[in-house]
């Protein structure tokens, strides 16, 4: 690591405003250090991309109080609902070779499982892949609390269905499809369903040959539960209070919605990935810069502005795309994600002309202001455009 860039990361770690509702003289930046015990958030990785390059990764605190072990950049996060931007690609990989249709019915592919009928609608409206990725399809079940480490696990069918041991009711359609934005893990959990049943493999291993591999996200793995050889390199969630959960973290077979296990090195991959390829500076078997490009148009028919998913905050003009979100205008439009799972936290952020964007993952979710305070401090070191800090 240059000693230029060393000198970031200092001034960044040095530099963290509070989020609060003055941004002035009386303000004054804190230590990085500082903001993670304010927060009790044990640890922080954080992953920055410039020039269309990783420049650096690191990580700061600790994996869990009991162990004290050093969070490094190989340590492995939940990346919550991050998860459906990864499975997206898979999904884009598989409509670019043909295997796919964004807008066919998905009962043209679905066979283990149909969605029931919207009440009192006969025939069943038309829904594609684009409003599952989209959530414009109408379907219910938000997100997915998870299960305790010991505890029984439902499989696919049965979370769709709300049967036990499911801890979610049943994904259904509550809305007319195509009409409004309404975030859906449960459809997510559907797209899932429909992959598992064209392909015939496991829902890991499809992710693996699509997507983990071809990018070379080796620290990266949608098995649930986590296997053993993984466990040791992994965070523990720490929810409210820096108290830790129960057996370190949550089991989530919803594993397109929720189910990835990365670090921001792994995730910082998919962005140079995908912001190279955008500005042509990579020719690239994986997407196609059209297939992109796609990905990142508003979706909603009715242009509606999406500023929270899950009370997570996502921008003042934000469009959903098909897994992602995007943000801003001109040099300043970024896309990415967010993610909360029980005990982590996590956010993405990729500016598409200007080749920059930031991972940060936490292990705690009491820590959620601390995302905007030190994308805020990144974005101030590295000069991104309307750059503004949360309030």
């Keep these: 690591m240059s000693i230029v860039t060393k000198n970031r990361i200092e001034r960044i770690i040095n530099n963290i405003y509070p989020a609060t509702n003055r941004h002035d003289q009386f303000n004054s930046p804190q230590t990085l250090a500082n903001r993670l015990n304010y927060h009790h958030t044990p640890g922080i990785s954080i992953a920055v991309i410039n020039s269309f390059e990783m420049e650096w990764a690191e990580g700061f605190g600790i994996c869990d109080i009991q162990s004290q072990k050093n969070v490094t950049p190989d340590t492995l996060f939940q990346a919550a609902s991050i998860s459906k931007s990864v499975f997206t690609l898979a999904i884009m990989r598989l409509v670019q070779e043909g295997e796919l249709n964004l807008d066919k019915d998905i009962h043209y592919y679905l066979k283990s499982w149909h969605l029931p009928a919207y009440t009192g609608l006969q025939p069943r409206p038309k829904i ?11 379907l219910s079940t938000s997100g997915f609390p998870g299960y ?8 696919l069918l049965q979370i769709l269905d709300g049967e036990h041991p499911a801890n979610t009711k049943k994904v259904e359609s509550n809305n007319l499809p195509g009409h409004h934005f309404c975030y859906s893990g449960g459809g997510t959990l559907v797209a899932q369903q429909l992959v598992e049943d064209v392909f015939g493999h496991s829902f890991p291993d499809i992710m693996r040959q ?3 591999q071809p990018l070379e996200m080796t620290a990266s793995t949608y098995e649930q539960p986590l296997p053993d050889n993984w466990t040791k390199n992994a965070a523990t969630g720490h929810p409210q209070n820096g108290t830790p959960i129960q057996d370190n973290f949550h089991t989530y077979p919803e594993m397109a919605a929720a189910g990835l296990w990365t670090t921001p090195t792994d995730l910082a991959k998919v962005g140079v990935e995908l912001l190279k390829i955008l500005r042509r500076k990579k020719t690239s078997y994986f997407l196609t810069k059209e297939i992109i490009e796609e990905m990142l148009l508003p979706q909603d028919l009715n242009g509606q502005i999406v500023n929270q998913v899950g009370g997570i905050s996502l921008g003042q003009d934000c469009k959903v795309g098909l897994g992602f979100f995007c943000n801003g205008k001109d040099e300043g439009l970024y896309f990415g994600h967010n993610g909360w799972n029980k005990g982590f936290l996590a956010q993405m952020r990729f500016y598409k002309e200007l080749g920059k964007g930031a991972i940060i993952m936490l292990n705690s979710n009491e820590g959620y202001p601390l995302l905007h305070e030190v994308m805020y401090a990144i974005g101030n070191e590295y000069e991104w455009p309307d750059n503004q800090p949360i309030e």
């Excluded at 594609?128 to 109408?138: D, E, K, M, P, Y």
């Excluded at 305790?148 to 499989?155: G, H, M, Y």
């Design 148 to 155: 305790l480490r010991n505890e029984q696990l439902p499989t």
């Design 128 to 138: 594609t892949l684009r409003q599952l990725l989209s959530h414009t399809a109408g």
């Design 210 to 212: 699509l997507v983990l």
